[in-house]
């Protein structure tokens, strides 16, 4: 049958044999912040899908106070099967008879306010893959700050996801170990310019070759991860 549910359906088997962790579909009809394209461009695009790659956590827990060499590798090969995801998907959706346009996973198009054509982030939120936590990231229930995000956007009419209503409750853990002290008890006071400083620094001591940390998206495995980990050390 050729309706929103059963296409959206299609779409989600299609991207977790791709080897994904999470799909989900935004409404963006009416979303008008968060996007740095033109306006005739994403007036042609009402969805946004959304999808997750979760992260090896035996490469984030190499991370301690500081960015390295292993988790540079793996943020770079998660950019590329990120982006190669978001193609394959878009080919796939062009295929069907509808538009996608795939956004990168990470790239800066405005360097001196440091954003992309939108935010993964926010299109995730939407798209009920998790909520804004107090590190500034996007927070799953499954596999916490752990995930990397794309998105591509799309004309092809799907039902879309609904917001979470969960929130990261008594959880603090990426409070005390950010090396930039830019984590605040109300994820708005968030503060962007101490965390950028601080990557800025990290790259300078040629730590990596690129702005990242990490540190934060340790401290922060979700559920699922937390559950393995309380079940071995009661074994
Ligand atoms: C540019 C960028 C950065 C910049 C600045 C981030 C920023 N703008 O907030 C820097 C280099 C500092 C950075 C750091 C990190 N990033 Co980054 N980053 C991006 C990127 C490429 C674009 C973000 C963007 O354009 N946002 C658009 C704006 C509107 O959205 P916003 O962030 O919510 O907007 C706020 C900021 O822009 C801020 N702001 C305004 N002016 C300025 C000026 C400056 C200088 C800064 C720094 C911020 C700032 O105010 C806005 C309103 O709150 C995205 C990929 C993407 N396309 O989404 C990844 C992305 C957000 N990053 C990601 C990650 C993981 C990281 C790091 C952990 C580094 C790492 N990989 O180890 C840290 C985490 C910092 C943190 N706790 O928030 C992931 C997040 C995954 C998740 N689970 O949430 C993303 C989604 C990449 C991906 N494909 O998965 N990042």
């Known amino acids: 049958m050729d309706n929103p549910v059963e296409r959206k359906k299609k779409l989600k088997e299609t991207t977790l044999s791709?080897?994904?962790?999470?799909?989900?579909?935004?409404?963006?009809?009416?979303?008008?912040?968060?996007?740095?394209?033109?306006?005739?461009?994403?007036r042609l695009y009402p969805r946004a899908v959304v999808l997750a790659k979760r992260?090896?956590?035996?490469?984030?827990?190499?991370?301690?106070?500081?960015?390295?060499?292993v988790y540079f590798h793996h943020y770079r090969?998660?950019?590329?099967?990120?982006d190669r995801g978001a193609f394959l998907l878009s080919s796939a959706v062009q295929d069907m008879g509808y538009r996608a346009l795939p956004i990168a996973a990470s790239q800066i198009i405005d360097w001196e306010n440091q954003k992309a054509h939108l935010s993964h982030k926010h299109m995730a939120r939407l798209a009920g893959l998790g909520w804004i936590g107090r590190s500034n990231l996007l927070v799953t229930p499954e596999w916490?700050?752990?995930?990397?995000?794309?998105?591509?956007?799309t004309d092809m009419p799907l039902e879309p996801d609904k917001p979470l209503?969960?929130?990261?409750?008594?959880?603090?853990?990426c409070l005390d170990v950010c090396p930039a002290s830019a984590i605040r008890e109300k994820q708005e006071d968030f503060d962007h310019l101490a965390c950028f400083e601080k990557l800025k620094e990290f790259r300078k001591r040629g730590l990596v070759g690129q702005y990242i940390c990490g540190v934060c998206v340790r401290a922060c495995p979700?559920?699922?991860?937390?559950?393995?980990?309380?079940?071995n050390s009661s074994e």
């Open 144 to 153: 916490g700050a752990r995930v990397r995000l794309v998105t591509v956007l």
């Open 18 to 42: 791709l080897g994904f962790s999470l799909f989900g579909v935004a409404d963006i009809s009416g979303v008008p912040r968060g996007f740095n394209m033109e306006p005739e461009t994403l």
């Open 165 to 173: 209503d969960e929130d990261c409750g008594e959880c603090r853990k």
């Open 222 to 231: 979700g559920k699922y991860r937390e559950a393995v980990s309380s079940k």
């Open 77 to 82: 090969q998660l950019n590329f099967f990120l």
């Open 55 to 69: 992260l090896l956590d035996a490469v984030i827990e190499t991370v301690k106070d500081a960015p390295n060499a």
